[in-house]
């Protein structure tokens, strides 16, 4: 690890997740202590342990890179090298002892996604890509699913830490999407939904108030697997927006038809902030 090639970050990244997974899964079906950020916003020893982890395992390999990560904000700047990282995406997952989350490590450059580690270490399921390169699982190519008709797409979705103060809202989209598709699911992991949707498993996915390290690593192995990820308008993704809609690509149109008339209607929908 002594260049600053992309392939040796992917590397790193690599197995700095395994390391962090494993940490993790170690601690699952154990008694933890946990820390309410707010009503429905956990976090635990394991997820400052995990973030430690990673965090201090780029620091010493590529320390002039930035690191914004779930438990210590930060910003990246605009034209160097920065990392996204969620140690835990699946934080109450992993305390009620549901065995679905994930490690979560993205690299930028210059703004824009180059590389992507998606690590869910129950099911040794390790989902990586690099920009023009393609997506991986377990080095298996990824492709998206080949469905075209949003009434026969399998979506899945998330409700954010303010779903108690507009829950009226957020149900408007599930109920819009329990009609016109074939049905919907609630996982718990936005990293690991839109590994999914960029392995077929999912047809699509939609979420508000995501923050960039829930999805910087997963919106590129969606678009390596050949799918799309744009805001609820078709303008595309910025990871710092509040609204996220990923898909095959062939049911994208249907789907922003359908997302757009309810967002006029749901101007309420403001900031950010995710539970997962």
């Known amino acids: 690890m002594t260049t600053d090639r992309v392939p040796d970050r992917i590397t790193l990244a690599i ?12 601690g699952l079906g154990r008694k933890r202590a946990v820390e309410f950020k707010s009503d429905v916003n956990l976090v635990t020893e394991i997820d400052r342990g995990a973030q430690a982890i990673i965090v201090d395992g780029l620091a010493r390999v590529f320390p002039g ?9 930060g ?3 605009s034209d160097g090298p920065c990392w996204y990282v969620d140690p835990l995406d699946g934080t109450t997952n992993f305390v009620h002892g549901l065995p679905h989350f994930a490690v979560s490590i993205a690299y930028f450059e210059r703004g824009a996604a180059k590389a992507a580690v998606v690590y869910d270490p129950c099911k040794d399921e390790l989902f990586t890509a690099e920009r023009g ?4 699982c377990n080095g298996r190519p990824l492709a998206v699913s080949q469905v075209d008709m949003l009434d026969r797409a399998l979506l899945v ?9 507009h829950i009226d809202a957020y149900l408007q989209y599930l109920r819009l999407f329990i009609l016109r598709a074939q049905d919907v699911r609630r996982y718990g992991s ?9 392995g077929g498993r999912f047809d699509g996915f939609w979420e508000w108030k995501l923050q960039p390290w829930d999805t910087a690593a997963g919106w590129l192995v969606v678009e390596e697997a050949g799918g799309k990820v744009t805001d609820f308008d078709g303008s595309p993704y910025d990871p710092w927006a509040p609204r996220i809609l990923a898909t ?14 309810l967002a006029a209607q749901t101007t309420e929908l403001t900031g950010t902030g995710s539970a997962r």
């Open 65 to 73: 890179d930035v690191v914004v990560a779930e438990e210590d904000v």
């Open 190 to 198: 936005a990293s690991l939904d839109l590994c999914y949707v960029a």
């Open 133 to 136: 390169h393609g997506a991986f």
């Open 248 to 261: 095959n690509g062939r049911i994208h149109a249907q789907a922003l038809e359908s997302l757009q008339v």
């Open 75 to 77: 910003q990246c700047a």
């Open 157 to 165: 979705t998330g409700f954010p830490y303010d779903r108690r103060e």
């Open 15 to 26: 197995e700095l997740a395994r390391h962090a997974g494993a940490f993790i899964a170690a």
